[in-house]
Nanobody, 117 residues
């Protein structure tokens, strides 16, 4: 089992920045991918970024390319999502996920991000 806990969400003005963190615990040695998703009420959940745990391969949604950066700190078992130049948007819940070797998919509870205009 893998447990994930996100933090760092909040209210920020458009153009500002936030850094989300996702701390992982449990059987993390079998995790291959870490991802960030976001969901706004009434809209489909969107994959924001996906990275291999070694950080070699990182992919971003077109909507965030050039503004968001995903990274990890293996010593802290934590991944981060640095979000810059945030755009006005309805409140969204950002969740991190872990995909294991056995294709088990784990989710954190999420952290809410609101960008005001």
């Amino acid at each position: 089992q893998v447990q994930l806990v996100e933090s760092g969400g909040g209210l920020v003005q458009a153009g500002g920045s936030l850094r989300l963190s996702c701390a992982a615990s449990g059987t993390i040695s079998r995790i291959n991918y870490m991802s960030w998703y976001r969901q706004t009420p009434g809209k489909q959940r969107e994959l924001v970024a996906r990275m291999t745990v070694d950080g070699v391969s990182i992919n971003y949604a077109d909507s965030v390319k050039g503004r968001f950066t995903s990274s990890g700190d293996s010593a802290k078992n934590t991944v981060y999502l640095q979000m810059n130049s945030l755009k006005p948007a309805a409140p969204a819940v950002y969740s991190c996920t872990a995909l294991s070797t056995f294709l088990s998919h784990y989710w954190g509870p999420g952290t809410q991000v609101t960008v005001s205009s």
